[in-house]
């Protein structure tokens, strides 16, 4: 059985700098994505010669933010690369904590990892890139969304795949087709509490990210192919799974991890 590939967003935090050569000299997992990189951007930095208000709305940021935010977008085909596990930062890769891993497990997280991205369309984990700033979700003058523009291109980079953990927010799961995987994973979080007197499922928003990089370091360590392999999923949170709420539909089987409150 092929191991699961895991697909992840990128952080909107990003660490800064680099000491790797540019992203177009350096080698990548998926050189077939080198032309159509390049067009988006392109679009990016035509996109960034507009007024501050227009830039500012495009990167989805505050004004103060938007010139820092240009000049990173401004410089990405000559700029230094970080691998993206050490250039995406925040709370879902803070949890995955990759420096942490074991050698063998940061070797299935480099192979199993696929992190969606609006101006890379997927990287790797060990893939060199540049600081940017680019939502899946962003209108481009000219372009349009990136989602729609990597469909087709991503759909294909991932057809025939066995198992796939889609672990996508829908703004990057936009970006691709999943009828063309076997098997098909979604996790959702939920805190089973008390209100008005009854017991009630509700979805988790603050915490999803940090509960997802978790799930991660669960999913290569165990090499888990299937729901029920998450009977043994231990979060510090008290998240376990609820087999009683997996509903499956077609070849998507969405799966719950419940936490009592």
């Given at each position: 059985m092929p191991s699961p590939l895991i697909l992840l967003p990128p952080s909107e935090g990003k660490a800064a700098g680099g000491d790797g050569a540019p992203w177009n000299e350096a080698g990548q997992s998926f050189p077939e994505l080198a032309a159509p990189r390049e067009e988006v951007?392109?679009?990016?930095?035509?996109?960034?010669?507009?007024?501050v208000d227009a830039r500012s709305k495009i990167l989805g940021i505050g004004a103060a933010r938007t010139a820092e935010a240009t000049a990173a977008n401004?410089?990405?085909?000559?700029a230094p690369t970080l691998p993206a596990i050490g250039r995406y930062t925040g709370v879902l890769y803070d949890a995955l904590d990759y420096p942490s891993l074991p050698?063998?497990?940061?070797?299935?997280?480099?192979?199993?990892?696929?992190?969606?991205?609006?101006?890379?369309g997927v990287v790797r984990p060990t893939d060199?890139?540049?600081?940017?700033?680019?939502?899946?979700g962003a209108s481009l003058p000219g372009f349009g969304k990136p989602a729609r523009f990597w469909k087709p291109i991503l759909t294909n980079q991932l057809a025939d795949t066995e198992v796939v953990?889609?672990?996508?927010?829908?703004?990057?799961?936009?970006?691709?087709?999943?009828?063309?995987?076997?098997?098909?994973?979604?996790?959702?979080?939920?805190?089973?509490?008390?209100?008005?007197?009854?017991r009630r499922l509700v979805a988790v928003s603050h915490w999803n990210k940090l509960l997802k990089g978790s799930l991660v370091r669960f999913v290569v360590g165990v090499q888990a192919d299937d729901p029920g392999q998450l009977v043994?999923?231990?979060?510090?949170?008290?998240y376990v799974y609820d087999p009683s709420l997996t509903v499956t539909s077609g070849r998507t089987t969405d799966v719950?991890?419940?936490?009592?409150?």
């Open positions: 951007v392109a679009a990016l930095a035509r996109a960034m010669k507009g007024s401004l410089t990405v085909g000559s050698a063998p497990l940061q070797r299935r997280v480099d192979m199993q990892v696929i992190i969606f991205s609006g101006l890379w060199p890139i540049p600081d940017y700033k680019l939502k899946m953990w889609d672990l996508l927010p829908n703004e990057h799961s936009a970006a691709w087709d999943p009828a063309v995987v076997r098997r098909r994973m979604r996790v959702r979080f939920l805190d089973d509490m008390e209100r008005d007197g009854e043994d999923f231990e979060h510090p949170e008290g719950a991890l419940v936490a009592r409150r």
